[in-house]
């Protein structure tokens, strides 16, 4: 059984900590940053070792959307900024559905050449003009169009392999803060935010996507409780007016935008208490062993759906560079992507 904690690791390879942490049973997957890459070939050897040494059946995951979030850059395709996609679509739509199904493709194709197994992407998050840290990360502001693109870029990511993750639902893209360093507060009413900003995971949550990432963002008119830790917006409105099944991931507990439901083990508790399935904890290795040596009760609940959801996350025998280059899709896409 996977347990709900996805945490990160602290180098290029594993420390006696990290493995430690791996085997321990609550914890249900690992997640990747810059600081974990230096080239493919120890990219590589990393997720073999995660694989050696207990985390044979446990997702690696890492932030790997395209644009300025784009963690291993040496020996990787450049992916467009969503921004840039988007805006082909302004002139020829078409095509910037091709783009995106190709980007998605490559993204995914060449992490499951590394042996991981899922990008946290794409972001679904208009871009309302107010907020920088989605900015570029976002399609556009047109919701039909976002739907659109994204389900073009998962279907790319599944031609590889890959499962997707729709992020920050309902919308981050409507507040100016950014929930790294504050707790945002967006105050429209439900009816505007799901006429609009939810559309796109309304549209493709029973089809496309096999997991959700709710936002560390406060609805004030809907519930004072961030998305996050709200059952809301993750029972009422995910699960049951959506229907959705798969996965929902915490955004990183350690994030500004969470600390105000208290220390590690509140943040967690309340976040599948809430609905979530599993929780991230990327950064702060003290409040990482905290909850992996000291679980909250929540763990041992509900373990079988949430062990269903999570390893579906799991993409299977990796993929091979040299199949990769050899691939006259993956050249294709390859072309496309660096003349867009």
């Avoid at 609905?275 to 990482?288: K, M, T, Y």
């Avoid at 999570?310 to 496309?336: P, T, V």
């Amino acid at each position: 059984m996977l347990g709900p904690f996805i945490i990160g690791l602290t180098g290029l390879t594993l420390s006696k900590e990290d493995i430690a942490r791996i085997q321990n049973p609550a914890v249900g997957g690992l997640i990747l940053f810059t600081r974990n890459f230096e080239s493919k070939a120890q990219l590589i050897d990393l997720v073999e070792s995660i694989r050696l040494n207990g985390g044979l059946n446990k997702p690696v995951f890492v932030d790997h959307e395209g644009g300025r979030v784009q963690r291993f850059r040496d020996g990787f395709t450049a992916i467009p900024s969503m921004r840039q996609i988007g805006q082909r679509a302004e002139t020829d739509f078409d095509d910037a559905v091709l783009l995106a199904r190709e980007a998605g493709f490559v993204m995914a194709a060449e992490l499951r050449a590394c042996g991981i197994d899922m990008s946290f992407a794409p972001v679904l998050d208009l871009d309302w003009g107010n907020s920088e840290i989605i900015g570029d990360r976002s399609f556009g502001k047109d919701a039909r169009m976002v739907s659109r693109l994204s389900s073009a870029l998962m279907n790319g990511m599944a031609l590889a392999g890959m499962q997707a993750c729709g992020k920050h639902f309902p919308g981050h893209g409507w507040v100016s803060l950014d929930s790294h360093l504050a707790l945002p507060h967006d105050n429209r009413s439900l009816n505007e935010i799901l006429k609009v900003d939810a559309l796109p995971y309304q549209l493709n949550s029973t089809l496309n996507m096999a997991s959700i990432m709710p936002a560390h963002v406060v609805y004030s008119e809907v519930d004072p409780m961030p998305a996050c830790f709200s059952s809301f917006w993750i029972q009422e409105v995910l699960r049951v007016k959506f229907s959705f099944d798969g996965a929902v991931i915490s955004d990183d507990l350690d994030m500004v935008g969470a600390h105000g439901v208290g220390d590690i083990r509140a943040r967690a508790s309340a976040a599948l208490q809430a609905g979530c399935d599993a929780v991230l904890a990327c950064n702060n290795f003290e409040d990482i062993d905290t909850l992996v040596n000291n679980p909250v009760p929540e763990v041992h609940e509900h373990m079988e759906v949430r062990n269903r959801r999570l390893s579906r996350l799991l993409s299977g025998k990796s993929l091979n560079w040299e199949s990769l280059r050899q691939s006259y899709m993956y050249q294709a896409a390859i072309d496309r992507i660096t003349n867009a």
